[in-house]
């Protein structure tokens, strides 16, 4: 009976000793382990961290190139109604007229007067209105800060400006600086004047010698895009020079052409540019974009072989409104 529990009490200690049994791993298959998953996880890391960069690029080309054309077409719509284009001669005659002529970071590349609707402005009787049109002086300017901004890009950025006439009316409202009376809610801008076509003269030369009103401007410019290229053609590697349409005589490029631009020559900056041609009332404009500047604050300049992150864009328009003069 002894001999019998002694057997059976053996065969349950090996039994238990067998299931109980755990066995861990080595300190060699461990660091085989963290090496194999450091082959495999830090290729795939850096396709991953690739992958991510290639579409933070993408994504930034494809902004500029969506902004360059909303801001061309933009541009167009309102050449659609100019009357009158000033060539790079007659942008110099009123340049001192202009808001902010003694500014260095901002240069006009784009004036023109146009006709601009004013819808239900005129009473007809009673409850019936009717629309209008008043005269308009448009400017584009080239803006490059001379130090880095908070709000806009280190590259450049375009501006427009306006001001534009009143609606007159036989018995109106009274607007400061101007006799007569108005449509209330439609006074002249301030500092605004209509051109003067009596006397003798071209138009050009009466356009050339527009001045305006005695009022300060109140009217501020908006920023219509930023991210524009402002690399020159001088610069180590030159940005693509400015030219123009050759399908006759009359066209003149207008570009900055001042050299008090934030100690740049503008006039070899290609980034917004526009040829006109006057007598046709024909404008055609030019805007590069700069996506480098949006993925970092330096060394953005244009280099052949980062050249799509360039994007560029053109569109000639000419305009369709009429000049009336007796």
């Known amino acids: 009976m002894v001999s019998t529990l002694k057997f059976l009490l053996k065969s349950q200690l090996k039994r238990s000793r067998l299931v109980q049994q755990v066995n861990g791993f ?8 963290m090496l194999l998953a450091f082959l495999i996880i830090t290729p795939l890391l850096g396709f991953m961290i690739n992958i991510m960069d290639t579409d933070r690029k993408e994504q930034a080309k ?24 000033y060539d790079a001669d007659g942008i110099e005659a009123i340049k001192n007229q202009l808001p902010n002529s003694s500014a260095t970071d901002r240069v006009p590349v784009l004036v023109f007067w146009k006709r601009e609707l004013v819808n239900q402005a005129l009473t007809i009787t009673g409850t019936e209105k009717d629309d209008t049109f008043v005269y308009s002086l448009v400017a584009y300017y080239l803006i490059k ?76 410019t908006t920023v219509l895009v930023d991210f524009i290229d402002q690399t020159k053609t001088d610069d180590t590697t030159p940005a693509p020079a400015a030219t123009c349409p050759t399908d006759n005589n009359t066209w003149q490029k207008v570009s900055p052409n001042t050299t008090s631009f934030n100690t740049r020559n503008t006039s070899k900056m290609t980034g917004f540019y526009a040829c006109i041609d006057r007598v046709n009332t024909t404008a055609q404009v030019f805007l590069r974009g700069n996506a480098l500047a949006r993925l970092q604050s330096n060394n953005f300049n244009y280099i052949n072989t980062n050249k799509t992150y360039f994007p560029s864009a053109s569109i000639r328009v000419q305009g369709r409104g009429y000049l009336f003069t007796k």
């Open 62 to 85: 494809a902004n500029s190139e969506q902004e360059i054309q909303a801001a061309l077409d933009y541009i167009a719509r309102d050449l659609q109604q100019a009357i009158y284009l």
């Open 145 to 220: 800060d001379a130090t880095s901004s908070s709000t806009w890009s280190n590259a450049a950025r375009i501006a427009r400006w306006q001001i534009k006439d009143g609606v007159p009316a036989s018995t109106g409202v009274d607007c400061t600086g101007y006799t007569g009376k108005y449509i209330s809610g439609n006074c002249p801008s301030p500092g605004f004047t209509l051109f003067k076509l009596d006397g003798v003269g071209t138009i050009n030369d009466k356009m050339n010698a527009w001045v305006k009103a005695t009022p300060d401007y109140t009217a501020d």
């Open 26 to 33: 080595t300190m060699i298959e461990l660091l085989i382990a």
